[in-house]
Nanobody, 117 residues
Framework: QVQLVESGGGLVQAGGSLRLSCAAS????????MYWYRQAPGKQRELVAA???????TYVDSVKGRFTISRDNAKITVYLQMNSLIPEDTAVYYC???????????WGQGSQVTVSS
């Protein structure tokens, strides 16, 4: 199995920045796409950003130009750099990875990000 451990959440004022990290460990043969999702209170979980093994990235429109997803394959870690944060970014953020040889994606424990106005 694969375990994902997140770090870096917290409380920040609007306009501030945070960096989330998510490190994978366990029986890993390789990681395909890595993802960041978020779920705000009373809302459905949404895909925020994704990065493929080749480094191609995609973002939800609401974070384009403010958030950057990156990965370190040697450390099996995915990052989410969040700049110019706004209160609407407040949510629990989850990382997810598709590990080769497994049928399901694995998930981190979730990190609370709170942006105050």
């Amino acid at each position: 199995q694969v375990q994902l451990v997140e770090s870096g959440g917290g409380l920040v004022q609007a306009g501030g920045s945070l960096r989330l990290s998510c490190a994978a460990s366990g029986r890993i043969f390789g990681i395909d796409t890595m993802y960041w999702y978020r779920q705000a209170p009373g809302k459905q979980r949404e895909l925020v950003a994704a990065i493929t093994a080749s480094g191609s990235t995609t973002y939800v429109d609401s974070v384009k130009g403010r958030f950057t997803i990156s990965r370190d394959n040697a450390k099996i870690t995915v990052y989410l750099q969040m700049n110019s944060l706004i209160p609407e970014d407040t949510a629990v953020y989850y990382c997810s990875m598709h590990a080769l040889g497994y049928s399901q994606n694995f998930w981190g424990q979730g990190s609370q990000v709170t942006v105050s106005s």
